[in-house]
């Protein structure tokens, strides 16, 4: 083999890992190509952290990952970490705040961190195909890879990096196509379902309070079990409820749920006091203003419409006195503040998902070169894996270390 061979590397995705896959083979010194089924490259970047790309979380372990096998995550993130991840950046030209460990870049935009990266696609001269979608991938005998187009135009490269994403967001193009090829390669693909997602409540008593924000504690019951606890903002809309606190929950509570599971939210509206501190509360409450209605009784420390339906739901009528309160109307106030229970029926589906859980199982994905355990040169990254993160810029860590270790290994002789 000539000593100035360039690998042949074709990327299929232009997303976050895809394009990180991409510059690190080209800096590596393989011929690149990124293949497309969008008009354009990172549509989805353009949405992460609310528009302001939350590029990574200085505050990174296990906990933050999910999958068949978080470590798996943890392994890849090793070799390519936070730290390496903002040195990259700033490398482009990224200035950074920190917001509670959250990274993001000083301009608060998304678009600043797309237009950087397709910057460095531009330097390295990388080729964009553009409305391309791959039907078919098919490894050779020489260990070399070839790939066909919807229309039958095929590509070969000496490795292919498989970085099409999951099904979250299908307005970004989205679809779920990069599983069919994984799966006519052998692979194995675990249960995908939304993650990140709001969820849908039974009942009306939501819908009483929609529109409503409050900052509280959500608990997930499983069958009657406490799964987990987070603290947070909550939305309550007309179909159920949302917000930082739920989207972090989500994961957990749609998983149980497709396993037909009970799954219940218990709501801690006043978290920081106890349910004795909230009855002593509620009889000082009483005593200093017996001549109002329950129409105001919680106003001033709890949002009154908030209050209002809370006090309702106890069976307790709005234009009754707080003078006429019994000790046992005080408890079922002082319960309803401190847990009030939704069962949830399902989510708002991909469409409203910011991620995919499941995917491609890491049993079958080297973690240290992201290269398939079945197929020689085909490469993985992403959210295709059956790796998926919390909040606060863990999902893209995992894109760019991710991408990072394929774009590495696949533009490596042999």
Partial sequence: MQKNYKRNVLVI???ASGIMSAIVAAESGASVTI?????RIGKKILITGNGRCNITNKNISIENYHGHDPSFAMKVIELFNQNRTMDFFKNLGVEFY???????????????ILNLLRLEIERLRIPLVLQTEISTLMPNTDETIEIFDRYGKSYQADAVIIACGGKAAPFTGSNGGGYKLAESLGHTITKVFPA???LKLEGNLHQAMEKMF???EVSLFVNDKKINSVKGDILFTSYGISGMAILKISREAIGAFLESKKVELHINFLPDISFNEKVQLLKKRKENHPER???NFLT????????QTLIKATGLKLNEKASDLTEKDIIKIAKSLEETKFLVTGDTGWNNAQITAGGISTEEIDPYTMESRIVKNVHFCGEIVDIDGDCGGYNLQWAWSSGFVAGKAASKLK
């Fill in 196 to 198: 990140l997602v709001q």
């Fill in 98 to 112: 920190e917001e509670e460990g959250k990274i993001f870049p000083f301009s608060q935009q998304a678009s600043s």
């Fill in 13 to 15: 995705g232009g997303g």
């Fill in 293 to 295: 209605t329950l129409e």
């Fill in 214 to 216: 409050w900052e509280g």
């Fill in 35 to 39: 293949i497309e089924k969008n008009e």
């Fill in 300 to 307: 001033g420390w709890i949002n009154t419409r908030i209050g």
